[in-house]
């Protein structure tokens, strides 16, 4: 029987590391934190919930990457932040004025996401746990043994190191740069360096305290050292021969006498037609986005039915729609017991997509495609979006009116920033002037809708059947029978689903408005 990727992965992690792990994570807070470093979330929270479920004991937790240095002047930020490449992203002013720091700006809405997505996890910052004197011993390592570190750099990577090139970037006290120094010296004994900077100043540094950092490839395996990582995933560019982990193992081994974590790295997600995420290109949906447009339950959905090795297009669009459509047909079977139209993955997917503590919007019984369509008809009326809602037999839905809108408002940011144009609906205040273009059989089938809709109370799905039936009775194609009501009621030649679409709106105003079309066109 075929297993969910994530329980062979801990399988495998059991088997050959134990029962006790720690899983990590890792971001550089260098600018909104997008779409795509939600996977690497994800995994690390399935991973960890697995090893749970399997009786190990295993925490997650994210580094914030604080220390990091602002690389350059990306396109969100002011001309006036080139005085501060080069400095810590921990020691730079917070861009909007609302947080202590650059990286807190960043860092902090991805805590609120944590939350939303049910994510039980530990967010360390890199400059606390240097200042607290964590990474001493590994500073010293580095510092101790430089060449084998150049050595391990050369044989993996093929790079040649200068003379110049350190273990140690130290934070220069005059310009608050750790990207322009170099060590001079090292007195182990006080934990300190003496540090020379591009600009000419020369001074001392206790690497004891968040005075400076290890260069990146050095510091990602003194975490695994410090931390006691067994497992993490990351993205597929550490992943390459002689890239960043490969480096990072022989350091751990080598020079931290550790062994490295158990990886599993990732693909790529990539927004459709756009290609890769990425903050810096400015081709990005961020995290916080997201969450307001889709529950976080979807949104888990989406990243566990994926083994980690493949590659994710996101369409925030129509794909979205689809999304929703299968999530939802799963969540309807598990919660009516109808086992035989799910397998032993879906189960696993839906299990793995679920907050808990968090009712499910998948549950609610009224899809997310129809909630997009009511809440534009209904404008910013809660109680004609429950008038419709109603008319279309969800009145027990509507008994638990705090779902419904829970589940609508999310709808209503899909629509307004995710929606394609020609997804938008907007009632036309008038009756449109483009009904005079309709042609004998599309009035004829307006004339015969209304004295339809006259006589009874009739069901979406009655109405819809009749159009269709008095269309072929007329020689029209369904095209152009749909298309006369789109006309008449939104002055467009298409729309949602034109049963439903009828049976939401008010019944005096549908009569009212085919009575107008009818005169307008001479249609008896």
């Given at each position: 029987m075929a297993k969910h990727w994530a329980v062979e992965l801990?399988?495998?992690?059991?088997?050959?590391?134990?029962?006790?792990?720690?899983?990590?994570?890792?971001?550089?807070?260098?600018?909104?934190?997008?779409?795509g470093f939600l996977r690497e979330i994800v995994i690390g929270d399935v991973i960890r919930r697995t090893l749970s479920q399997m009786g190990a004991n295993a925490k997650l937790v994210l580094t914030s990457d604080d220390m990091d240095p602002l690389r350059h002047v990306y396109p969100f930020l002011p001309k006036s932040y080139s005085e501060n490449v080069g400095q810590p992203l921990c020691r730079i002013p917070d861009p909007e004025g609302c947080c202590p720091s650059y990286a807190e700006h960043f860092i902090r809405p991805l805590e609120k996401a944590f939350v939303r997505l049910g994510v039980e996890?530990?967010?360390?910052?890199?400059?606390?746990?240097?200042?607290?004197g964590l990474f001493t011993d590994t500073v010293k390592q580095s510092l101790e043994k430089r060449q084998r570190i150049v050595d391990i750099i050369r044989e993996e990577s093929g790079r040649e190191l200068g003379e110049d090139w350190t273990t140690y970037n130290a934070i220069c006290s005059t310009c608050g740069r750790l990207t322009?120094?170099?060590?001079?010296?090292?007195?182990?004994?006080?934990?300190r360096i003496r540090y020379q900077c591009q600009n000419g100043h020369e001074g001392w540094a206790d690497y004891s305290k968040a005075e400076g950092k290890l260069p990146w490839r050095i510091d990602w395996a003194a975490r695994w050292h410090v931390y006691g990582v067994t497992v993490e995933p990351f993205g597929k560019d550490h992943a390459g021969a002689g890239g960043s982990y490969d480096t990072g193992s022989r350091f751990s081994r080598e020079i931290f006498d550790s062994e490295p974590p158990e990886p599993i790295p990732y693909e790529w997600i990539e927004l459709r037609g756009l290609g890769p995420m990425s903050s810096s290109k400015g081709v990005v949906i961020t995290i916080t986005d997201i969450l307001e447009a889709v529950p976080a339950q979807l949104m888990r959905y989406l990243l566990v039915r994926t083994r980690a090795s493949k590659h994710i297009t996101f369409d925030p669009c129509v794909g979205l729609l689809q999304l929703w459509d299968e999530y939802e047909k799963i969540a309807q079977a598990i919660q009516t017991g109808d086992e035989a139209a799910v397998t032993e993955i879906d189960r696993a997917n839906y299990d793995y997509s679920l907050v808990p503590d968090a009712e499910n919007p998948a549950t609610l019984g009224i899809s997310f495609k129809h909630l997009a369509t009511a809440v534009q008809l209904a404008g910013d009326s809660e109680s004609v979006l429950r008038e419709s809602l109603l008319r279309s037999g969800y009145r027990q839905q509507c008994e638990n009116w705090d779902r419904v809108m829970t589940k609508a408002r999310y709808a209503q940011v899909w629509v307004q920033r995710f929606a394609s144009e020609d997804m938008k609906l907007s009632l036309a205040e008038s009756l449109p002037e483009s009904v005079q273009s309709l042609n004998d059989q599309q009035r004829k089938l307006?004339?015969?809708?209304?004295?339809?809709?006259l006589k009874d109370d009739r069901t979406d799905m009655e109405i819809h059947n009749e159009i269709y039936e008095e269309a072929e009775r007329l020689g029209l194609r369904s095209k152009e029978a749909f298309g006369a009501v789109y006309r008449v009621f939104l002055g467009a030649s298409r729309g949602p689903r034109v049963g439903w679409f009828l049976r939401a709106l008010d019944p005096d105003f549908v009569r009212k408005r085919l009575e107008e079309a009818l005169a307008a066109t001479g249609t008896c």
């Open positions: 801990g399988e495998k992690i059991i088997a050959r590391r134990g029962n006790d792990h720690v899983v990590s994570i890792g971001v550089s807070p260098s600018g909104p934190i997008h779409v996890i530990e967010v360390r910052r890199s400059s606390e746990k240097y200042d607290a322009t120094t170099t060590v001079q010296e090292c007195d182990v004994a006080n934990h307006l004339a015969h809708l209304h004295d339809y809709l």
